[in-house]
């Protein structure tokens, strides 16, 4: 079992920097591929960033391409998203995922291939 909760979510301005952080509990994080995904008011849930078990492969959806960038400390158990240059269609409840898959070499972007969810962690980007 991977027990996941988010931090680092809050209300800042367009243009603006935030890191969100996902601790997780379990001792198999660190085989696990991890991803951070979103859901705006009124529209589904979408992938954001993924990330490798290794970290050497990440992928990222094209609406934060070059903004974003996803990465882990193993040693900690912690996945994180760095978010730069927030616009307000950023704004959303942002959540991390890990995979029943482990030692896989690759990210994942399909919400149904992640098994572990945490709780979430909202935030707003005003104009």
């Known amino acids: 079992q991977v027990q996941l909760v988010e931090s680092g979510g809050g209300l800042v301005q367009a243009g603006d920097s935030l890191r969100l952080s996902c601790a997780a509990s379990g001792r198999t994080f660190s085989s696990r591929a991890m991803g951070w995904f979103r859901q705006a008011p009124g529209k589904e849930r979408e992938f954001v960033a993924g990330i490798s078990w290794t970290g050497g492969s990440v992928g990222y959806a094209d609406s934060v391409k070059d903004r974003f960038s996803i990465s882990r400390d193993n040693g900690k158990s912690t996945l994180y998203l760095q978010m730069n240059s927030l616009k307000p269609e950023d704004t959303a409840v942002y959540y991390c995922?890990?995979?029943?898959?482990?030692?896989?070499?690759?990210?994942?972007?399909?919400?149904?291939?992640?098994?572990?969810w945490g709780q979430g962690t909202l935030v707003t980007v005003s104009s």
């Open positions: 995922a890990a995979t029943a898959v482990t030692n896989s070499g690759r990210y994942y972007s399909e919400s149904d291939e992640y098994n572990y």
